[in-house]
């Protein structure tokens, strides 16, 4: 699963996750709880003529001022559902489980919702229910 952000880079990927989730359990006592997104989108917060942080630009870390950009198709959200629950099951296995967190339901400006819409109606959810199953 990846998707590219408007720079080229990978930024949806289960890799980074993996790479992510394995740090914080070996360097951090505090649990780890993944969140999923359907996209990101941080142009309706900016302007094109706002510049890098100097700090930012001399990391080499650029994207659209202040973040990627990057969305998901209805296949990249539900490997991206399926991938979490295989993980959440391994992770979970006789053990504390943590809640997944789905962000967000509504958040339009940032490309970045639940909510069924005119693309993919309730798509997006049905996923959810799929993968998941109906609540109980």
Known sequence: LSSSSSNGQ???GTRRYEIRTAHYAQNYSIPYIPTLSTGFDS?????PSDSWPASMA???QYGY???TTWTSDMDQWT???QRTKAALAKRCAGGWCPPLL???WNE????????PDERYGWGRLEAVKRVF???A
């Open 10 to 12: 990978p930024c949806f």
């Open 43 to 47: 142009s309706p917060r900016t302007l």
């Open 58 to 60: 001399e990391a080499g």
């Open 65 to 67: 001022p202040w973040g």
């Open 79 to 81: 490997t991206a559902l």
């Open 102 to 104: 789905i962000n967000a």
């Open 108 to 115: 339009w400006s940032e490309g970045c919702y639940l909510e």
């Open 133 to 135: 199953g109906a609540p």
